[in-house]
């Protein structure tokens, strides 16, 4: 079992920048690939970024340019850094483990979640 705990979130002007963070627990960090999905209100939870246990990458289209997503394994802990952030990033973010890096990109694969936090960014 691996427990997931998000902070950061918060309130934003558009264009300003915010920075997600993700501890994790009860199980060993470094054989989980890691990743951060959202959900808007009314709509699915979608896929905005992963990183592997060895380092490797992947953005959704929308935060591509913008987000970096980074991992400490010491620390048990990944980051998401959000810039030129858009009203339409308004959403729940929350923080997701799997053993297997493409399930990040579907939210009905992934084995664990965290609780999410709000991002709210005004125009």
């Known amino acids: 079992q691996v427990t997931l705990v998000e902070s950061g979130g918060g309130l934003v002007q558009a264009g300003g920048s915010l920075t997600l963070s993700c501890a994790a627990s009860g199980g060993t960090f470094s054989n989980y690939h890691m990743g951060w999905l959202r959900q808007v209100s009314g709509k699915e939870r979608e896929f905005v970024a992963a990183?592997?246990?060895?380092?490797?990458?992947n953005y959704a289209e929308s935060a591509k340019g913008r987000f970096t997503l980074s991992r400490d394994n010491a620390k048990n802990m990944v980051a998401l850094q959000m810039n030129s952030l858009k009203p339409e990033d308004t959403a729940i973010y929350y923080c997701a483990a799997d053993p297997y890096y493409y399930h990040l990109t579907a939210p009905r694969l992934v084995d664990y979640w965290g609780q999410g936090t709000q991002v709210t960014v005004s125009s």
């Open positions: 990183i592997s246990k060895e380092g490797r990458t």
